[in-house]
């Protein structure tokens, strides 16, 4: 029981410091290159928290196995992930970005279940994956000028392959976890991600002529590096071991929410009546996804006593 406590208090976690990601992000690659500034994110964050492990003396299996495991998501969910959303901000709102990222649970739950076939949904989880995708098309309708402009449509087409991105690292880590614990995952993780980000801002992007970072980029990259990365992080990591998948990509549903009420109160951005509405949607598809999991829990429950009996 205090590990599922601690689970959902870690998805809490996640679904708050993420939201505010997106506009740290925004802030952070203003005026200096973005793939090499999420690269440097990562690969410090990462050193940091393996750095503090390593203090802490806590042993791991130091193997190439286990190490290996670990890059195949820190390629899906860094390089090709968040990373590539610090790069879409340019072109577009940190609030629309966080929006598209709600699709997540929808992926998530499609791609488990044609990977995983005892992987299954009822109608409450269902409804709560529509409901919440509703709610979030109904803040997308007010942002449909974004269409029409070349490098923001770029940008909304890569935060989408990004999602799927993050789905499939995600549901990989899921399925082969290792048998070190969460945040040596995360750490590994970052690393891998990181240098991954390095590789595609050397084909991108002038490493001769980096600007000088701005003091507000600098305190950006601390936030994210410290509460986007490694509390956060860590924190998905060691809610997906412990609770289901569809359960724990709620977090996508929340995030926007985040990410929308700090934009109205740092950036001033406008909040409309369409907008508050999508936040009783969105909110409604968040609760009928976990209640759907929890009737699935007791089923199964129930399901095992009587096989007993």
């Known amino acids: 029981m205090k590990g599922n406590l601690t689970a959902y208090f870690a998805l809490v976690m996640v679904c708050f410091f993420w939201g505010t990601t997106y506009l740290a992000a925004r802030i952070g690659v203003s005026g200096f290159p973005a793939l090499f500034f999420m690269g440097f994110r ?96 109904l803040v997308f309708r007010d942002n449909l000028e974004y269409l029409a402009d070349r490098n923001s449509f770029m940008g909304i087409c890569v935060t989408l392959a990004s999602c799927v991105s993050w789905c499939l690292g995600g549901l990989y880590t899921k399925s082969y976890p290792g048998r070190t ?11 891998a991600g990181g ?53 724990v990509s709620i977090y996508a549903y929340i995030n926007p929410l985040v990410a929308l009420v700090l934009g109205f109160l740092i950036l001033d951005e406008r909040i409309t009546w369409l907008t508050t509405l999508a936040f009783a949607v969105t909110l409604g598809g968040v609760f009928l996804v976990n209640r759907g999991y929890q009737l699935q829990k007791r089923k199964s429950t129930f399901t095992l006593i009587n096989s007993h009996e």
């Open 181 to 191: 614990d969460s945040f040596f995952n995360a750490a590994i993780q970052m690393m």
């Open 195 to 247: 240098v991954g980000l390095f590789v595609l801002s050397a084909f991108n992007e002038d490493w001769t002529n980096l600007p000088v970072m701005q003091p507000k980029s600098i305190l950006a990259l601390l936030y994210l590096i410290f509460f986007g990365s490694i509390l956060a992080f860590g924190s998905y990591l060691f809610a997906m071991s412990r609770l289901p998948a569809g359960l």
């Open 42 to 137: 990562n690969v410090v964050a990462g050193a940091l928290l393996l750095g503090f492990l390593m203090l802490r003396k806590r042993s791991f299996p130091w193997t190439l196995a286990d190490i290996g495991l670990q890059l195949v998501p820190g390629w899906c969910m860094i390089t090709f992930g968040t990373g590539l959303v610090g790069w879409c901000v340019q072109f577009i709102p940190s609030g629309l970005a966080a929006l598209l990222y709600a699709t997540v649970p929808l992926f998530t739950i499609l791609i488990n279940v044609l990977a995983r076939k005892e992987e299954r949904i009822n109608a409450h989880v269902a409804a709560g994956v529509m409901l919440g995708l509703a709610g979030v098309m």
